[in-house]
């Protein structure tokens, strides 16, 4: 019985991280690393406006780096991916909305970095 | 189905309810567009959804997008308090959870009591099956075409 | 002797004068060769001669008349005649010096003046008496310079008694007014320390009155202090018995929310299983009466908790405001407890000055009885000392009498002396 569990129990690395007073969750396979931020980081109104913004979630795009401002970087767990779902199609989130962590009621969002990127860059860059 | 069960058992035909109030509305959906009824709980705001939907739930194991129908229906916005119900409502294969500050309760209502929507009413009329009027005005609830609710909402999320 | 003298000198010019006449003699002997000059010749002898004895001393024998042989006669007689008026001059100026000696003397005696002794004499008879008489003079003159000195000092030191002991007598009668007005003095601070030692009498009964007064007071801020704290502490026991009643509401209201809780579970489970029993249809249609009617019940629990969450409010509304009056009540036993200290401090402080205040009066009264005894003493001494000093002023004016009298004596002797002129 333990042993199927183990071999059904397949994982993801979940890197948790705050924008204001939310809580987000991203894939950390797509992280490269943690920085300071910069004026020009991306933020998305969708996501609520960081306080102070002093760290940056770097990631790889097709594009190059691309930095997102965070106001806090929790730690790394490794998520079951059965406690993973995807965005339910009646909410009609963005993009970047990939899906939802579940913890018994609490549903933490799953941000898509690179979509974040592609998100701000159809909003703001070009 | 349900109705004519309901037909077959009864020499009136009737047909039954899932009432409940939100804000100054008094609805009510056909019951077997109800699953369940919880409270509402820890709703996590999604970005870039529409404003009828606040936000989503965990639900059995399932994701829940939750309705505002004050929003929808442009009747104001909905409050969740520590009192606030949700009630899991289904059409096919799309899920909600709908916020209703009480239930009144199961009603059997028949059918020749369910008059039409009134004609020239707002926007919110053509999601009506039709009104029930109690003892007073103020008793009188809208039934809804849960349904066709529920697909109008995912096709208005989806559009954008 | 005085006519011994010119004699003298007559005689001692005639032993000169005789070897001329022998000379002249030769020369008148051979003139006595003519009878009829001769007489002529005797005539001028004559007449010189009785006019000489008359008293002209002056005259002389006209050498002319007498003729050759006569003329040593007559030449040898003139000179005899020089002689003898020289003699008789000499005569006549001793006879004055001796006048004039005898002159100073009267004027010596009779006027007292000395100064006027300078007489001189060339006669060597005369001399040494007036020498001694000089001496005699001198010392007498030494004498008088001396008293007169004296005079004149008895005179000053007696007008300086006389105004010393004046002074003295000014200053005695003086002393006697002061030692009169001091008596008076004393005599008035007797009566001022009667009075002084009266009022202290007073203030020291006054103050006896205080302090049973204050110690009354005392008394009543200690039973006023007890009762504070016994309000306070029934305060205290208040507030506890309402800290624990609002416990237990607090307690009553969590149990309540636990109804609440079950109440609204039980509504859900009650409206979810009559959802189920709808879609059991006719099967499930007892189950939907059921689970209504426990719908039912726990929205009558829920109506029921609320009344008694409303009951909870009021309960804690009033234990708060019973805890806030008990609190107040505290604070102002308190005030009232540290009021009743000030004040029990006060009377204290009111005892202590009363009780000094008494002492006080006591050592006054004491020191003015003491003062007055003193007083007495003191003006007993001063009428002691006014008699004392009323002899002392008699004395001063008797030596101040004697003084005058002494001045006035120095004062005659002084005039006295000035008729003896010494200088």
């Not at chain 1, 397949?10 to 300071?36: K, M, N, P």
């Not at chain 3, 060597?124 to 001198?138: A, M, W």
């Not at chain 3, 309402?242 to 009553?252: D, F, G, N, Q, T």
Request: proline share 4%.
């Amino acid at each position: 019985m333990n042993d199927e569990h183990v071999q059904e129990q397949e994982v993801v690395d979940i890197l948790f991280f705050d924008i204001g007073h939310s809580l987000y969750g991203t894939d950390a396979s797509q992280v490269l690393r943690i920085d300071r931020s910069l004026p020009e980081d991306i933020t998305l109104p969708g996501l609520g406006l960081p306080l102070r913004g002093h760290r940056a979630i770097v990631f790889d795009t097709p594009e190059g780096e691309g930095h997102l401002k965070v106001d806090a970087v929790h730690a790394v767990r490794s998520i079951p991916l059965n406690s993973l779902r995807r965005m339910p199609p009646t909410a009609g989130a963005a993009p970047y909305a990939v899906g939802v962590y579940l913890e018994e009621a609490r549903a933490v969002l799953l941000i898509d970095l690179v979509e974040t990127a592609r998100t701000q860059g159809t909003q703001g860059r070009h | 189905m349900a109705p004519d069960r309901a037909v077959a058992a009864q020499a009136r035909p009737e047909q039954e309810f899932f009432c409940f109030r939100v804000g100054d509305l008094r609805l009510g959906v056909p019951s077997e567009n109800v699953l369940e009824v919880l409270r509402a709980g820890l709703l996590t705001p999604l970005p870039r959804t529409p404003s009828f939907i606040m936000g989503v739930t965990g639900h059995r194991g399932e994701v829940l997008p939750v309705v505002d129908l004050l929003r929808f229906l442009s009747k104001g916005e909905a409050r969740i308090g520590p009192r606030t119900r949700l009630f899991v409502g289904i059409t096919g294969s799309y899920v909600a959870g709908v916020v209703a500050d009480t239930v009144l309760g199961l009603r059997r209502i028949p059918v020749s009591e369910i008059l039409p929507p009134p004609l020239g009413g707002d926007a919110a009329a053509e999601h009506l099956l039709g009104v029930v009027h109690g003892s007073g005005n103020q008793d009188a609830i809208n039934l809804l075409n849960f349904s066709k609710l529920l697909q109008t909402a995912r096709q208005r999320a989806v559009a954008r | 002797m005085s006519l011994d003298t010119p004699n003298d000198k007559s005689t001692s010019k005639a032993r000169s004068a005789r070897k001329a006449p022998a000379s002249k003699a030769s020369a008148g002997s051979k003139a006595s060769a003519n009878p009829a000059t001769t007489q002529a010749q005797y005539k001028a002898f004559t007449d010189t001669l009785l006019t000489v004895l008359s008293g002209n001393l002056q005259a002389r024998v006209p050498k002319e008349l007498v003729g050759e042989s006569a003329s040593e006669m007559a030449h040898l007689l003139n000179q005899v005649l020089d002689n003898l008026a020289a003699s008789e001059h000499r005569k006549q100026v001793s006879a004055q010096e001796i006048d004039q000696a005898l002159d100073s003397l009267i004027g010596l005696v009779r006027e007292g003046d000395l100064s006027r002794w300078n007489t001189t004499t060339e006669d060597p008879q005369l001399g040494p008496l007036l020498e001694g008489f000089g001496k005699v003079i001198e010392t007498l003159r030494t004498f008088v310079r001396e008293i007169n000195e004296a005079a004149l000092r008895l005179s000053s030191s007696a007008n300086q008694v006389l105004a010393a002991s004046t002074q003295h007598e000014t200053s005695s009668t003086e002393q006697a007014a002061a030692i009169h007005e001091t008596t008076a003095t004393m005599e008035e601070l007797k009566h001022a320390s009667a009075q002084i030692a009266e009022n202290a009498g007073s203030v020291a009964r006054v103050a006896e009155e205080t302090l049973g007064a204050a110690r009354a007071g005392r008394g009543a801020i200690g039973e006023f202090i007890q009762a504070m704290q016994q309000i306070r502490s029934d305060g205290v026991a208040v507030a506890d018995s309402i800290a624990k009643l609002s416990k237990r509401v607090e307690r009553i209201g969590t149990v309540v929310e636990v109804i609440d809780e079950i109440a609204d579970r039980s509504d859900l489970l009650a409206l979810n299983a009559a959802l189920e029993g709808s879609r059991a249809g006719e099967a499930g249609k007892g189950f939907s009466i059921v689970a209504a009617e426990m719908r039912r019940l726990a929205e009558n629990v829920l109506d029921s908790t609320k009344e008694i969450k409303n009951l909870i409010t009021e309960i804690r509304e009033a234990t708060a405001a019973a805890a806030g009056a008990a609190e107040a009540s505290k604070a102002a036993t308190e005030s009232g407890e540290k009021l009743g200290a000030v004040a029990a401090q006060a009377v204290e402080g009111i005892l202590a000055g009363v009780q000094e205040t008494s002492d006080a009066a006591r050592v006054i009264n004491l020191a003015t009885q003491q003062q007055r005894t003193a007083t007495e003493q003191v003006v007993a001494s001063m009428a002691e000392i006014e008699d004392v000093t009323r002899q002392t002023t008699q004395a001063s004016k008797q030596a101040t009498g004697a003084a005058a009298e002494l001045t006035q004596l120095a004062g005659r002797l002084a005039e006295l002396i000035k008729r003896f002129k010494a200088d």
